[in-house]
């Protein structure tokens, strides 16, 4: 089925934006529910946001709410993250994923292979 793949990532001041974006080309991306999680460095995992398969429902973590955007467009197989006023705190390799179990899925079985995202003071 092919792999997701990031793109965007980069370099970026404080209160700076960027627009990540996921290719699935080789999937029956409609079907999927999406999301974009991040590891920063020497911490964990976390789900950033996440979208259902029609893109009617988002959702998103504390931390990014009002500043961040996902959405997807299945006409393309591509699925976005708007990152705008980002902080040094969402410094971090981000990751798109893929889920069959569509909507707001607790487990994600395809992974994108990361995208650095640094925002600098």
């Known amino acids: 089925q092919g792999q997701l793949v990031e793109s965007g990532g980069g370099l970026v001041q404080a209160g700076g934006s960027l627009r990540l974006s996921c290719v699935y080309p080789?999937?029956?991306?409609?079907?999927?529910?999406m999301a974009w999680f991040r590891r920063p460095p020497g911490l964990g995992r976390e789900r950033v946001a996440a979208?259902?398969?029609?893109?009617?429902?988002?959702t998103y973590v504390d931390s990014v709410k009002g500043r961040f955007t996902i959405s997807r467009d299945n006409a393309k197989n591509t699925m976005y993250l708007q990152m705008d006023s980002l902080k040094p705190e969402d410094t971090a390799v981000y990751y798109c994923?893929?889920?069959?179990?569509?909507?707001?899925?607790?487990?994600?079985?395809?992974w994108g292979q990361g995208t650095q995202v640094t925002v600098s003071t």
């Open positions: 994923a893929a889920s069959v179990y569509g909507g707001f899925a607790s487990d994600y079985q395809f």
């Open positions: 080789g999937g029956p991306f409609s079907t999927y529910g």
């Open positions: 979208i259902t398969r029609s893109g009617g429902s988002t």
